[in-house]
């Protein structure tokens, strides 16, 4: 990668040279910073140019770059000097100023001079590749001990941890049980946070709060030198409190002992940085670091995760723009009124501060009056603190402590949100302390703007660990009051938090205000989402949105790299509401704009840097009558058959059976699919027996939390109710989990959340014969694909994180008696429109699959398919639609029994491998232009045609869907990855050879028929 970074280098210079006629300094002065800059991202690190540092004299040095650890703490830097100059002489005048030399480049565009640890280490000449390669290895390979230190002592962290908290924890369980002074301290305390946090926090709470406390009372301590932050802030006095009841003295030092090494180096990198912005930026570092290894369910949960301060940047720089323009105030004026319900770290505020700093009169009173900030969590809100209060000193050169700083939970605090709340109580009347009064404060202000970044996850990533996102009685009421109520999705997902946020700020906003947040992108075009865009639409006046992409499901805008590096989309919203609104019927304005399509990271933070909210491109769009703002689908599309609906499948009078097919369903929903799949009967057995037994152990000792198997919801269930499962073999039926990979997969009550109606498809122990057409759930925004099996499928066949919906050629009662799926009404169409008698129910199976995979259809109705269920035209040759559609039929669901595609196999010997007494390195890997196949360090397939990489289910070919599930992956569930971890590629490669001949095979001809139907006229 280093070469090919130089040779840019290089490129770029010939480039410049011949458009400028020649290289001067400044044109390799650029270049050279791209080749810094390039090099330093490849690496994990940071370009920042003219970041100051204080010297050892005690003086401000800037030098031209430096490059950053995320730490924040320096690698190195950059001095470039004019050609002209003796680098030499300007090399020993920069050390008299104090420039840093423990790792330094100088240079003047003809030589390159690398000082570490005070000494030349090596020079080179700039346009002498070799040397300048070496020169900036040895730069790039620098290690600072502080870093390296300290990156071992966050490894040793996370050992030694789970020790020092059990150690806290018994101690703290000592002063319940045998300290009076604590417990009735601790009983207040939470008395306390139940007011004004949220009425859910429990006594386990106030225990993780006073240990968290506890653990990061050092690391404040030293990065800003202001220790006493720790002790004087409101909410630390009461933990302090307690903690001085029980936790003191040689118990204290012998407790957290273990973890010196991890204070220690936090203490020397801290000590390195002296850039406030930088000082804020390392604690936001150590911030995220703690929390994830300390609590990842609660990172989860939280979204622990901060905002690029160019987006910060520009988000405060829209809502001035938006307030000035629409109410004629700025905002820093007197009584515009700004709230960050969820500050984590506090960056929103810091930056706000920062804007006002040119104001430092008005700056005191907003600082004093109206900036808010809430926060739920106690680590994030004493960084917030800490940050905001060094920022206005900073600012200002004056400290004031912050007194607008609220720890709350937003979403429960409604006492401000007027008639929708239903009640207009006093949460907080029997307490009076400061945080108390702080929020009581907020409260009866009205609020101009509220700007911030709230949590972004909507679920927690594993289920069964008491880690969901929480219920919030008053703010979920007025979801479904409006979100819900307008949306005509068949599922929906309203509760995800940002849009919780969303609803609290649209309630708690003034009748003139603008409401700015970043946020998932997905209400943008989610089908879920047409209510939420609908009500928006109607509440506000004036929308714009700002698409940063980064979806790693999208197309398009939505596609590219995530700001946030979470592979979720992104938006920035301003919302702006006027007064005359909430009287007028008409639809917001809507405003539109985003970088250039499949920008990467650093590309779309920067063009966020460089350009203004007011200067930006903005495209007014309109909302259709669906609730649709981008992509609106083809209108006539809404002329052709339903394939299936809601109101068919439910039986609901009035339908009269209008639609091709009857039911439908989703596949099978496991929630646990490591425990119930295999590749062999005998590997699913083990594991189920396994499961029950620790299952049994559950319900006698009625928990909910278990180290060794995953639980649900619906288990949770299972075991309160007591209920009881005896392993049986009878359960296990195979299940095409993926396209043409078929796995056994033990189908029993107690193992599969939700089976959906599929017994109704396979009967009620699945033997039944059966065949379904199976596509892509459009609310997934996934891919669409179409396949089809003679078996159940999973959920996630079309792919994981998409649902699959299935429509059966027959149905089963509950008798076991076959009745047609399809509908008569739907016979009656087709027979009008071909002929009485010219078509049967077979026929008409046949003819939606085949209509399905018709190349014409799905690119004219693309943006439909992620919508809707696809709806069937009446072509005019119904005979050839049918035979292509029943031969598509006999391949895919036949395809282990086509002939194999002659491929071509080579193998060659692993002497390596063998001679160690290995099987080959597993590869799995298709090469599309090279027709090749390499399944592992011995053997590669081929003469693979082209078309058989045409033939794509979704963003995959078929091969690839092969190769995919016969890779050697690590579990993720640690009892099936310590216990059960016994698949080999190396056993099943014959199989997985003798299936990818079969594949080929039916790719080319399922290519061979969509190439057909493309040329047919329609």
Known sequence: ????????????????????????????????????????????????????????????????????????????????????????????????????????????????????????VMRAQMLDTKELNRLLSLFFAYERKEIADFRRAVAQFKSDLP???????????????????????????????????????????VREMLIQHILTEE??????????????????????????????????????KAMEAYYSAIRANAAMITSHAEKQTFLKVIYENFYKVYNPKAADRLGVVYTPN???????????????????????????????????????????????????????RKYKEELHANEVAILPYYVANLNIEATYAAATGQFAEYPNLCFVD???????????????????????????????????????????????????????????????????????????KFSSAQKTKLYDPFVKFFRWSSDRSDKSSVIA?????????????????????SEFSDIFIVDLGGDYKGEGVAAGESVFDIGTGVAISFLVKKDHKSKAKSSAKLYYAHPPIGARKEDKLAWLASNSPTGIRWVQIE???????????????????????????????????RAIFRKFSLGISTNRDDWVYGKRSDEVESKVKEFISEFEKLKISESKLSEKIKLSETMDRKIKSRYSENYNDNYIVNVNYRPFVSLKLYLSPLMIDRPSINPQFFGEKYRKDNKIIVF?????????????????????????????????????????????????????????????????????????????????????????????????????????????????????IGYEGVEPFGLTRVDTPDTRARAAGLHPTPKLKSDAQNGMITLDSETVLTGVPSEAFDYRLGNRSAIDWVLDQYKEKTPKDKTIREKFNTYRFADYKETVIDLLQRVTTVSVKTVAITEAMRAVKR
């Open 1 to 120: 990668m280093s070469q090919i970074l130089i040779q840019q280098f290089l490129n770029e210079l010939t480039t410049l040279k011949k458009v400028s006629g020649s290289l001067s300094e400044s044109v390799i002065r650029e270049a050279f910073k791209d080749l810094l800059k390039g090099w330093a991202k490849q690496s994990g690190l940071v370009f920042a140019p003219e970041l100051r540092k204080e010297s050892a004299q005690k003086t401000a040095v800037i030098p031209d770059g430096t490059i950053l650890h995320d730490l924040r703490v320096p690698l190195g830097y950059w001095e470039s000097k004019d050609t002209q100059d003796d680098l030499d002489e300007e090399i020993r005048k920069k050390r008299l100023k104090g420039y840093p030399t423990d790792n330094i480049i100088f240079e003047n565009s003809h030589t390159a001079v690398l000082i570490q640890n005070g000494n030349e």
């Open 163 to 205: 020790a020092v908290l059990e150690a806290l924890r018994e101690r703290i369980d000592d002063a319940y049980a045998g300290n009076a002074a604590f417990k009735t301290a601790a009983e207040a305390f939470l008395a306390q946070a139940k007011a004004t946090i949220n009425p859910a926090v429990t006594e386990t709470d």
């Open 219 to 256: 690391i404040f301590a030293h990065v800003f030198n202001e220790g006493d932050f720790h002790r004087e802030n409101n909410i630390a006095q009461a933990l302090y409190g307690l903690e001085a009841k029980f936790f003191t003295g040689a118990v204290k030092r012998e407790t957290l």
């Open 310 to 364: 160019e987006i910060v940047r520009f988000m405060i720089e829209g809502a001035d723009w938006l307030t000035q323009k629409h109410f004629g105030r700025s905002l820093i004026d007197k009584d515009v009124q700004i709230l960050d319900p969820a500050t984590g770290t506090g960056t929103f505020i810091c930056e706000l501060i920062d804007y006002f700093k040119g104001q430092p009169d008005k700056l005191h």
């Open 410 to 484: 937003t979403l429960d605090n409604v006492a401000a949100l007027g008639l929708h709340s239903g009640h207009q109580h006093d949460m907080f009347a029997a307490l009076s302390d400061e945080n108390i009064a702080r929020v009581k404060r907020q409260n009866q202000k009205t609020i101009s703007v509220i700007i911030g970044n709230p949590p972004y996850n909507a679920n927690q990533k594993r289920s069964g660990e008491n880690n969901k996102n929480r219920k919030y009685q008053d703010v979920d009421r007025r979801i479904k009051e409006t979100y819900l």
């Open 517 to 537: 947040f970043v946020t998932n992108r997905k209400f943008l075009d989610g089908k879920n989402f047409d209510g939420f865009r609908k009500v928006v639409a």
């Open 623 to 657: 909302q259709d009558a669906e609730g649709y703002w981008l992509n609106h689908p083809d209108e006539q599309f809404v002329d052709e058959l339903f394939i299936g609906s809601k109101d068919v499948k439910s039986g609901i009078a009035g339908s009269k059976g």
């Open 776 to 892: 892509t759930d459009p609310t997934a925004q996934k891919p669409w694909l179409v396949g089809c099996s003679k078996r159940p499928v999973d959920l996630h066949f079309v792919g994981s994180g998409a649902g699959s919906v299935c429509f059966a050629r027959y149905f089963f009662n509950s008798e076991g008696e076959r009745i047609d799926n399809i509908t008569d009404w739907g016979l009656k169409t087709f027979e009008a429109k071909y002929g009485k008698g010219q078509v049967s129910k077979d026929d008409i199976f046949a003819y939606c699959y085949g209509v399905l995979h018709d190349p014409v259809y799905r690119e004219t109705y693309a943006q439909n398919l992620k919508r809707d269920f696809p709806r069937v035209p009446l072509y005019d040759d119904f005979a050839r639609w049918r035979d292509w559609g029943q031969a598509l039929l006999d391949l895919h």
